[in-house]
Each structure stands twice: as structure tokens, then as C-alpha cells.
């Protein structure tokens, strides 16, 4: 050790290459006047500390492009289909509602009386429905990540970034009309003057610099059948926030989160024909594909959520949703009833033996899910309050 330090002391500066055991590559520039070790110790810990929020905390096991490459013809000889019959579900631009027909007009005289009167509203919405808002609103603002995930999805990805498929025209419009609901929230928010903007500033860039790891694999059948699932949860979710805004009085709000939810509602119904047709084509691989996601069971698109403070931000939001019915257990196995229901699953026919346990597996999951969720609900133990950042540091119940 003492010769390697009289080694190190020899130079002005070093720079240390550290490979991590997951062949991950930092780059460590320490000044070296005359120190010991302790300086490398301190810089990696530095280094450390910032790669945190933007490393993975919740990862499945890492597989990439599981389906096999025949079938990325199916996708291609689907391209038409998709033109005729997903591109519809698209709206033109110019007939698309926008955040500012919900928010007042900078420009107009009663500019100031409109922000005092929402500000007014916004005072009589309790601490815990403004969480669960901010929640979806940092969910609807990691949008670059959901478009990331799309393409990376074999057979479907925009391989050029203005590809002129109907897959890539799909996922670019799809991301523009998403892209709104974000928008439209954090104005309101900024405006209402009820959470600390900075702080849920930070938690967007956070959780886009996290990314998410949803287990779709690139695999197009898994990635359809899990934005299936997610846009009818955003579509209940956002239903639920404007039914409550409308409680509390805050009516203008109530229309923001239904509109939104409206939204939801299309993109849901495009995401589910294609798994649909995907069912008429491929019933067997499709039917494992569900299995499949459902036994890695669907994580939510902001599960990586952080604040730069709680490590386990988003599973308090999600208990903050669950106690005011925004979005709950009941919601997930509902879901996946739904859809059960919508694909036919249960009147599948001709499915190899693999195919048949697969299909058995999630029509009896709904079930299952609700008689754990009840059992949870009889061991659930007395509530308990954390502050969250978002509303500068107020304790809300869980």
C-alpha cells in the first residue's frame, strides 16, 4: 500500500478509471496534491451520490428483443392496417383542444381577476387531492421516456425520427396529443399557488433522468398489451381527480381532468385493437404475451419517481391514491377484467398446452387479485403521515 501511495504522489493529477461489476464506466478526475487514498474514496462517493436518482431502483431481469424475428413481418404487413384503422383514432391539430383554452388568457384585461378567482377555487381543495394531482401531472410530464420506450419496440419503432410508417406516425401524434395534458396541468398548478413548483420541477427531471423499466422486452405484443393496460389506467385516474375537483368546488379543474381523461379514452381504444387484431393473427403467442405481463405484473410509468428526498416517493403517492379512490387495487384487477373481456379471451380456441395455462392463468387473475387486496385490506394497520415536498413539506395522510 505504501508504495503504491508514493506511486500516486508523484503526480499533480490522476485520473482514475473505476469499472463498475455491471460494466458501467466513470470517469473519476481527482486532484492529487500530496493525499492518500481517501481523495478516490471521496470522489467516488461523489460520483456515487450523483448517479443515484438516474440509476434504475427497481429493475426486472434485463431481456431484450424476446420475440422471435418472423414475426417482425407481421408488424410490417400490419402497416396498412394500422394506417386504416389506429390513425383514425388521431385528431388534427387544429380540432385538438389546447392548455390554453382551460387557463386564463395572459393577454386579455381580466387576466388578473381569472388567476385570482382559480387561486380562490384552489383553497378549498385539501393537501392530499393536490399529491395525487401533482402525481399525474409528473407522470403526464415524463413523456419523453413513454415515446423513448415505443421505440424501442421491434417492428414498430420510428427508425429514422420522421419515419413515414403508420407505426411511427402513430407514435409521434400520439406523444404531441399526450403532450398537452402535462402542459395543461403544470400551468394550472403553477397558477393555483397551492404546491412547491421547484420541487416538483425537480422530481420531473428525476424521473425522466431515471427512465422506467416497464418489462416489455422490445417486444411489441408485450409493449401494445402494457400501454393498453396504462391508458385505461390514466383514463380512471384522471376521471377520479375530476370527479373530486367537482366535490371541492373546483369546476373548472374538474373539466381539465376530464378532458384529459377523455383523451386517455381514445388512446386506450387504439392501443386495444391492436392487440386485438394481434389476438385474431397470433392468438398463442399473444394470449403468453399477457401471461407474461401480467405475471411481471404492470408497473407504473412513474414507479422510479423521486424527489431528491423520499426513496419511496411514488409508493407513498400511490397509498395517497389508493385512500381517496383515484386509483386502487380494485382499479388494477378491473382492468384487467376489462380486457379480459375485450380481447375474448376466455373464447379462445385451438391454443397449444402452453397456450391454454397461459389463458386460464389470466382469466382467473382478476379474482385472485381482489381476494389478496381484501386480505390486505383487513391487515392494513393504522394510517400514517409523511410530508411530501411537493406541498412545501405538509404532512398528508397515507
Not at 298 to 309: E, K, Q, R, W
Not at 348 to 353: D, H, P, Y
Request: charge should be negative.
Amino acid at each position: 500500500m505504501a508504495s503504491c501511495i508514493r506511486v500516486f504522489s508523484a503526480w499533480n493529477r490522476v485520473v482514475f478509471i473505476i469499472l463498475s461489476f455491471f460494466n458501467q464506466v466513470s470517469l473519476v478526475y481527482c486532484v492529487y496534491a500530496g493525499a492518500s487514498f481517501a481523495c478516490l474514496f471521496q470522489y467516488v462517493r461523489e460520483i456515487e451520490y450523483l448517479k443515484k436518482p438516474f440509476t434504475p431502483r427497481e429493475v426486472h431481469a434485463q431481456v431484450t428483443h424476446s420475440m422471435p424475428p418472423q414475426k417482425l413481418e407481421i408488424f410490417k404487413h400490419l402497416d396498412h392496417w394500422a394506417e386504416q384503422n389506429i390513425l383514425v383514432h388521431l385528431k388534427p391539430v387544429e380540432k385538438c383542444w389546447q392548455p390554453q383554452d382551460f387557463l386564463p388568457d395572459p393577454a386579455a384585461d381580466g387576466f388578473d381577476d381569472e388567476v385570482k378567482e382559480l387561486r380562490e377555487r384552489a383553497k378549498e381543495i385539501p393537501d392530499d387531492y393536490f399529491v395525487v394531482l401533482v402525481g399525474d401531472m409528473i407522470t403526464e410530464e415524463a413523456l419523453p421516456t413513454y415515446q423513448t420506450m415505443l421505440n424501442t419496440l421491434d417492428g414498430v419503432r420510428d427508425e429514422t425520427g420522421a419515419s413515414l410508417t403508420s407505426w411511427a406516425i402513430w407514435t409521434r401524434a400520439w406523444t404531441a396529443e399526450e403532450n398537452r395534458h402535462g402542459d395543461l396541468l403544470n400551468k394550472y398548478l403553477y397558477l393555483s399557488g397551492r404546491v412547491d413548483m421547484k420541487q416538483v420541477e425537480r422530481t420531473i427531471q428525476y424521473l425522466i433522468g431515471a427512465g422506467m423499466d416497464p418489462g416489455t422486452e422490445n417486444n411489441p405484443y408485450l409493449g401494445f398489451i402494457y400501454t393498453s393496460f396504462q391508458e385505461r389506467a390514466t383514463f380512471i385516474s384522471h376521471g377520479n381527480t375530476a370527479r373530486l375537483a367537482k366535490e371541492h368546488g373546483a369546476f373548472k379543474l374538474a373539466q381539465i381532468c376530464g378532458t384529459i381523461a377523455s383523451d386517455e379514452k381514445r388512446h386506450e381504444t387504439a392501443y386495444t385493437k391492436i392487440v386485438e387484431k394481434l389476438f385474431e393473427i397470433d392468438p398463442d403467442g399473444t394470449v403468453l404475451s399477457l401471461a407474461d405481463m401480467m405475471k411481471k405484473k404492470i408497473s407504473m410509468p412513474a414507479h422510479l419517481m423521486y424527489d431528491g428526498h423520499d426513496d419511496d416517493l411514488f409508493e407513498h403517492f400511490s397509498s395517497v391514491a389508493q385512500r381517496l379512490g383515484v386509483y386502487t387495487a380494485k382499479d388494477y384487477a378491473d382492468i384487467l377484467e376489462f380486457l379480459v373481456r375485450r380481447w375474448k379471451v376466455e373464447e379462445i380456441t385451438g391454443l397449444s398446452g402452453e397456450g391454454r395455462k397461459a389463458q386460464d392463468y389470466v382469466c382467473g387473475l382478476p379474482a385472485r387479485i381482489r381476494r389478496l387486496e381484501e386480505r390486505a385490506q383487513s391487515r392494513a394497520k393504522q394510517a400514517t403521515s409523511i410530508p411530501f415536498s411537493w406541498i412545501f413539506d405538509r404532512e398528508v395522510n397515507l
